[in-house]
C-alpha cells in the first residue's frame, strides 16, 4: 500500500517581498499616525484623516486580485527610483523638522515609486486611486488656508443675508458679521466651509469610484460639481444657526445644534449630489432613448 503526501503550496514569490515593504511602511508611518491621533485628527478640520486611510485600505483590499494579477518583475524607470527617493526626502525633512504637510504627504510618492520597482507600473496602475485618495489625508497648508478662508467667510456672509432679507428676516451683514433681530453672528473660520469642501470633495470622488457611470461626461459633471455643492451646504448651514438663533436664542444656536450643524451639512451636500446623479441619469437615458 502506498501512501501519498499531501501537497502544499509553494509560497507564493510576491509574499517574500511585500512583507519586508510593509514591515519598512509600519516603521515609518506607524510613529506618524500615532502623532496625528493624538493632534490633528481629534480636530473638527482633519477628523476625517482616519476614515480617509481606512477607505483607502479597504479599497486596495478589494483589488488585491487585480493587483497581485498584474504583478510583474518590477521596473527600473528612472521615475520610480525619483518618486521613491523624493518620498523619502520629504519623510525625512517632514519627521525631523516637524512638518507634518511633508511627512504625511510623503506616503504617496514613496508609496508609488517603491511600488513601481518592486512590482511594475502595471501593478501600481490598478491601485492609482487608493493610493491617490490619500492626498485628502494631508493637512491642508496654512497659506493655502489663510488665503482662501477670508473670501470664503465673507461669500457664505452676502450668501446668507441676501436670502434670508429676501424671506422677510431684519438681517443686516457688515464684514462677516450678521445681525438679525438682537442677535449679532460673526461667522467664524471654521464657518468658512474651507474643511468641508475638502472633505466632500474626497467624498464626491468616492462616490464616483464606486458608482462607475460609463459615461466620462457624466463623472466629469459631477467631479465639477462637488465643490459647488459643497458651498450651497455651508451656506445652508449658515442659515439654520442664523434662524435657530433668531428663533430659539443664542444659547440653541451656539449649543447642541451648533455641533450638529456639521453632520447637517453632510446630508445636505449628500442629498444634493444624488439628486444632480439622478438628473444627469435621467438626461443620459433620455439621450440614449433618442435616435
Not at 28 to 56: M, N
Not at 86 to 92: H, W
Request: with cysteine; net charge positive.
Amino acid at each position: 500500500m502506498q501512501t501519498t503526501m499531501p501537497v502544499t503550496a509553494a509560497p507564493r514569490p510576491w509574499l517574500a517581498v511585500a512583507i519586508p515593504l510593509l514591515a519598512a511602511l509600519l516603521v515609518l508611518y506607524v510613529p506618524t499616525f500615532i502623532d496625528l491621533s493624538r493632534t490633528i485628527w481629534k480636530s473638527e478640520e482633519q477628523g476625517h484623516g482616519p476614515l480617509i486611510l481606512a477607505v483607502s485600505l479597504w479599497i486596495f483590499w478589494q483589488k488585491r486580485d487585480e493587483f497581485v494579477a498584474a504583478m510583474q518583475d518590477g521596473t527600473r524607470s528612472v521615475l520610480a527610483w525619483v518618486l521613491l527617493i523624493f518620498g523619502l526626502l520629504l519623510y525625512v525633512l517632514g519627521r525631523s523638522q516637524q512638518i507634518i504637510l511633508f511627512e504625511v504627504g510623503s506616503q504617496i510618492p514613496l508609496l508609488a515609486g517603491g511600488g513601481a520597482i518592486l512590482f511594475g507600473w502595471r501593478a501600481m496602475r490598478t491601485v492609482a486611486f487608493p493610493l491617490l485618495f490619500l492626498v485628502f489625508m494631508v493637512p491642508l497648508p496654512a497659506a493655502v488656508i489663510d488665503s482662501l478662508t477670508g473670501p470664503l467667510k465673507r461669500t457664505v456672509s452676502v450668501v446668507a443675508e441676501t436670502v434670508l432679507y429676501e424671506l422677510g428676516y431684519p438681517i443686516a451683514r457688515s464684514g462677516v458679521v450678521l445681525t438679525i433681530g438682537q442677535y449679532q453672528l460673526l461667522v467664524a473660520d471654521a464657518c468658512s466651509g474651507l474643511n468641508s469642501m475638502f472633505s466632500l470633495s474626497a467624498l464626491g470622488l468616492l462616490y464616483v469610484y464606486l458608482m462607475k457611470h460609463g459615461r466620462a461626461w457624466r463623472n466629469l459633471a459631477i467631479v465639477a460639481s462637488i465643490l459647488p455643492i459643497a458651498f450651497i451646504a455651508n451656506s445652508v448651514r449658515v442659515m439654520i444657526l442664523v434662524l435657530v438663533t433668531y428663533h430659539l436664542g443664542d444659547e440653541a444656536g451656539q449649543g447642541f445644534i451648533h455641533g450638529a450643524a456639521g453632520m447637517v451639512l453632510f446630508v445636505i451636500a449628500l442629498a444634493l449630489l444624488f439628486c444632480f446623479d439622478g438628473l444627469l441619469g435621467l438626461f443620459d437615458r433620455k439621450k440614449r432613448a433618442t435616435p
